[in-house]
């Protein structure tokens, strides 16, 4: 069998089309920032909306959710994930992996906020902790590669009833933590979009590189004769 002829499964096309897609709009966006073009004049008109319909028992809610996003939470979340994967699934490299996603994440966000230093929105409507640069969200970033690697290691062997709630709990926990940063004014629009699609893009191409691994695995190399025919 040549290698041209191993297999290529649909998980590993849709995982490169969602890394491709990921990349792309996150090169959009720090484009349109840089240059103030169409997508970052949304900010301004989304960050007054957010500041304008502030309430008590929201802010406490966003304070509250925003956490979920934070290294705070994330770091004791991977360990006592990590111990799961260890312990009752023996499961080393999916344990390795959360770790990657985590990580990676951290250090593309970092590197791109050394890059692109947009400022964070008006300190006068900041109401949380937050410094350095704004572009992209960092919360955001790590939240989406997180949780979503979480949830796609740990569902894995779950009936697809259990798999689709969880895939939709988190979903809605990631929403909510970007929504947060916007609506604490930590964030503008954009960088909160931005570390999504970061974010997603990174997961995606561990993705690739994990299940091409397994399907190398599964589909080892031909050896060839002593004539170097297969």
Same mark, same amino acid.
């Given at each position: 069998?040549?290698? &041209? =002829?191993?297999? =290529? *499964?649909? #998980?590993?096309? &849709? =995982?490169?089309? %969602?890394a491709?897609?990921?990349?792309g709009?996150?090169?959009?966006?720090?484009?349109?920032?840089?240059?103030?073009?169409? *997508?970052a004049?949304?900010?301004? /008109?989304?960050?007054?909306?957010?500041?304008?319909?502030?309430?008590?028992?929201?802010?406490?809610?966003?304070? #509250? !959710?925003?956490?979920? +996003?934070?290294?705070? $939470?994330?770091?004791?979340?991977?360990?006592?994930?990590? /111990?799961?994967?260890?312990? @009752?699934?023996? #499961?080393l490299?999916?344990?390795?992996? %959360?770790?990657?996603?985590?990580?990676?994440?951290?250090?593309?966000?970092?590197?791109?906020? @050394? $890059?692109?230093?947009?400022?964070r929105?008006?300190? +006068?409507?900041?109401?949380?902790?937050?410094?350095?640069?704004?572009?992209?969200?960092?919360?955001?970033?790590?939240?989406?590669?997180?949780?979503?690697?979480l949830v796609? !290691?740990?569902?894995?062997?779950?009936?697809?009833?259990?798999?689709?709630?969880?895939?939709?709990?988190?979903?809605?926990? !990631?929403?909510?933590?970007?929504?947060?940063?916007?609506?604490?004014? #930590?964030?503008?629009?954009?960088?909160?979009?931005?570390?999504?699609a970061l +974010?997603?893009?990174?997961?995606?191409l561990?993705f690739?590189?994990?299940?091409?691994?397994?399907?190398?695995?599964?589909?080892?190399?031909? &050896?060839?004769?002593?004539? +170097?025919?297969?």
């Open positions: 069998m040549k290698l &041209t =002829s191993w297999p =290529s *499964s649909p #998980a590993i096309r &849709t =995982s490169a089309v %969602i491709l897609a990921g990349a709009l996150f090169a959009g966006l720090t484009y349109d920032v840089a240059e103030h073009g169409e *997508s004049h949304f900010d301004h /008109a989304v960050q007054d909306l957010a500041v304008t319909h502030r309430t008590g028992w929201m802010t406490a809610a966003m304070q #509250a !959710v925003t956490w979920l +996003g934070s290294a705070v $939470v994330l770091v004791p979340l991977l360990v006592v994930a990590t /111990a799961h994967l260890l312990i @009752a699934r023996r #499961a490299r999916a344990a390795v992996q %959360i770790w990657v996603a985590y990580l990676g994440a951290v250090a593309l966000y970092t590197i791109a906020k @050394a $890059v692109v230093e947009r400022p929105p008006p300190v +006068g409507e900041l109401i949380t902790n937050a410094s350095g640069a704004s572009f992209p969200s960092g919360h955001a970033t790590q939240a989406i590669a997180t949780w979503g690697t796609l !290691v740990l569902a894995c062997a779950r009936v697809p009833r259990v798999r689709t709630a969880l895939l939709i709990g988190t979903t809605l926990i !990631v929403v909510l933590i970007g929504a947060s940063r916007i609506y604490l004014g #930590a964030h503008w629009l954009t960088d909160v979009l931005a570390g999504y +974010g997603g893009a990174w997961i995606a561990l690739v590189m994990v299940l091409w691994s397994r399907s190398r695995d599964a589909f080892p190399p031909p &050896t060839t004769g002593p004539n +170097g025919q297969y």
